[in-house]
């Protein structure tokens, strides 16, 4: 897979593949755990080189960057036995590695029937992924696997056993380490539900008394609104009447006022016009003085001529 990689993305271009924007949005589409992320991304203006990625990160960066059509049945199915173009092959790769190594039993066997078909299933697809590399490669592979399923087994293939069968064991106590906190998860979410449940019975009945409380709330505000309402209207009722009652006196006195001030103004209207008369009569015997006297002296100055 690395050497398919390689062939996409030779190392001295990858840098500006993973640099670029798009094949980061691609890579954050493909919801990479952050180790990976950090393999690819060391650090800010650092990228990653292919020698440092495992089988699991090569085959996620071939399926996501690297513009391979998907298989038939996608990526994580077996494909079938007459689908063999490059993109088959390296899920049959990823399909058989997952299935085989996570469900042998713990001694690392598998049965003397499946051995044979498994190897040439899996012996096939790697020759045929090395045939996309060149023809050279693939007669390489071809010779070694032939090599390898013939030789016996060497103090290094004995090594190479105990480190898988350490490497199953890791697996096996993490995937217990899972399973334990998968449990532990399960009861401490029914322990939630549950004093969620009483929670819940004591919000509910805390609810019932909060809702008593406010119906007699209201009932009492009802009831002193009513009375308050009484009560003004009482006082309104009496402000009224004396309101009523200052009016009608003063009304009273008005009237007494206007009454007197009208005889008044008769007597002062009585006396004005008889002082009015008298003088009138004053001023015609006045009159009547002046013309009998002018007829006196006209009668003198003709007797004098």
Known sequence: MREIFDLIYPPSSLPTILKNPATEKQL?????SKPQWDCLYPSPGAYGRSTDFDVTLL???LRTICNLTPPVLGWDALPAPTDCSLPDDLARIKYYRNSIYGHVNQNMEITDGAFPLLWREI???LVRVAGHISR??????QKAIDKFLADPLTAEDERNIQELLKW???DTEVKKSVMELKNAAQEGMERLEISLQGIQEVLEVEASSVAENV?????EVRERTRDL????????KNTTQAVQQRIGGLETSLKAAHDGLEDKTLSIETTVREE????????GTVQQSIERLGSSAESSQADGG
């Open 28 to 32: 954050r589409s493909a919801k990479l």
């Open 59 to 61: 085959f996620r960066l």
């Open 123 to 125: 012996s096939g697809a």
């Open 136 to 141: 050279a490669k693939k007669m390489e592979w």
């Open 168 to 170: 199953y064991e890791n």
């Open 215 to 219: 119906k007699c709330l209201g009932r």
């Open 229 to 236: 309402r009484e009560q003004l209207a009482t006082e309104m």
């Open 276 to 283: 009015a008369q008298n003088i009138k009569d004053q001023l």
